[in-house]
């Protein structure tokens, strides 16, 4: 009897390991993307709830001011976000990084002429929740709250003009068109998030 206690507490202290892992990995395909809200760097109010319910589809990019990677994109991120903002869908840029303060995410998306929403997330706990360790690391969340794609927005950071696989593109292009997204996950590559 002894025996089968410890079994079974050894067996739920697993699945309790296992559902931590799970979260730590973030929503899968499909699955109900966490719901949170941000303040933004102009002082109002993100909510992911009332942004889904508002756009065709909500783009979330994990950015930073001093990635290569990230700031390699910069200028597609403003151009796609003035692209497809038009056609109803909404990207939000979220600054996870401990390493950079408010006034200075601020100043970046001054200097780059970002003309998309653009929050700090305080102690990481929308990158916590998605499960985001680079930047750039891209969410396509639909109106129905569920996760569409999850990866890189292009493979080539440095030249543009040299891309061969536009995945984020592809993908909006997809959800618009009312077709599922045929690659929903690519791999993200870029700095790690600095979470201390």
């Known amino acids: 009897m002894?025996?089968?206690?410890?079994?079974?507490?050894?067996?739920?202290?697993?699945?309790?390991?296992?559902?931590?892992?799970?979260l730590a990995d973030g929503p899968a395909i499909g699955a109900a993307a966490p719901s949170f809200q941000l303040t933004t760097v102009d002082g109002k109010t993100f909510s992911l709830a009332d942004a889904e319910k508002a756009n065709k589809a909500v783009v979330l990019m994990f950015i930073a001011t001093?990635?290569?990677?990230?700031?390699?994109?910069?200028d597609r991120m403003r151009q796609m976000a003035a692209d497809y903002s038009a056609k109803?869908?909404?990207?939000?840029?979220?600054?996870?990084?401990?390493?950079?303060?408010?006034d200075e995410v601020k100043a970046h998306a001054a200097k780059n002429k970002w003309n998309f929403t653009l929050a700090k997330d305080p102690d990481n706990k929308v990158a916590d929740l998605y499960g985001a360790n680079k930047t750039p690391e891209i969410y396509v969340v639909g109106p129905n709250g569920k996760l569409l794609y999850h990866g890189r927005i292009d493979e080539n950071y440095e030249e543009p003009s040299k891309v061969t696989s536009p995945d984020l593109k592809n993908a909006l292009d997809?959800?618009?068109?009312g077709q599922p997204v045929a690659k929903t996950e690519t791999k993200a590559f870029g700095c790690s998030i600095k979470r201390a």
């Open 66 to 74: 001093k990635c290569p990677y990230s700031n390699g994109y910069n």
């Open 2 to 22: 002894k025996n089968l206690r410890i079994a079974l507490s050894l067996a739920a202290v697993l699945a309790f390991a296992a559902a931590g892992v799970a």
């Open 88 to 102: 109803g869908i909404l990207f939000v840029g979220i600054n996870s990084n401990k390493t950079e303060p408010e």
């Open 174 to 177: 997809q959800i618009l068109a």
